[in-house]
């Protein structure tokens, strides 16, 4: 079921809300970023998306191909969410979901997860070894 999500950084400079279905698989990936950041996202189209608070206390981070775009807080670092700019549904929002406000353990704990194998640029499969992630 969708609905209107709350979510901030830990200094609480960067605050977004953003329309997400957390019935829906959420996605760990083993690529360069997500490993080193443990990024769990959930996804949101853009039309579901609002940057709230502290939209200049952000850093864009790209590399590689420069197609995704992530976002830090300049303060604590903690990266609320990024920006898939060629994704197989088109531009998404990728939430963090360990920055979400108001959701339990016991919310968190039933989410599905999909793994995928960024790492080797196969998002259509889980990589080998994921438990880590």
Not at 4 to 12: D, L, P, Q
Not at 21 to 40: E, G
Not at 52 to 62: F, P
Request: with cysteine; hydrophobic share 35%; proline share 4%.
């Amino acid at each position: 079921m969708m609905k209107t999500y709350r979510a901030s950084c830990h200094c609480g400079s960067v605050a977004i809300e953003a329309d997400l279905d957390l019935m829906q698989p959420s996605f760990r990936c083993n690529c360069s970023i997500c490993r080193r950041n443990r990024f769990w996202v959930a996804v949101a189209k853009p039309e579901g998306f609002r940057i709230l608070t502290g939209e200049s206390e952000l850093t864009k981070y790209v590399f590689g191909s420069r197609k995704n775009h992530h976002f830090f807080c300049k303060h604590c670092g903690v990266r609320v969410f990024g920006i898939g700019n060629d994704t197989p549904i088109g531009k998404m929002y990728g939430i963090n979901i360990g920055c979400l406000e108001g959701v339990t353990e016991e919310e968190l704990s039933r989410i599905p997860i999909t793994y995928v194998d960024g790492m080797h640029d196969r998002w259509d499969a889980a990589p080998e070894f994921y438990s880590h992630l």
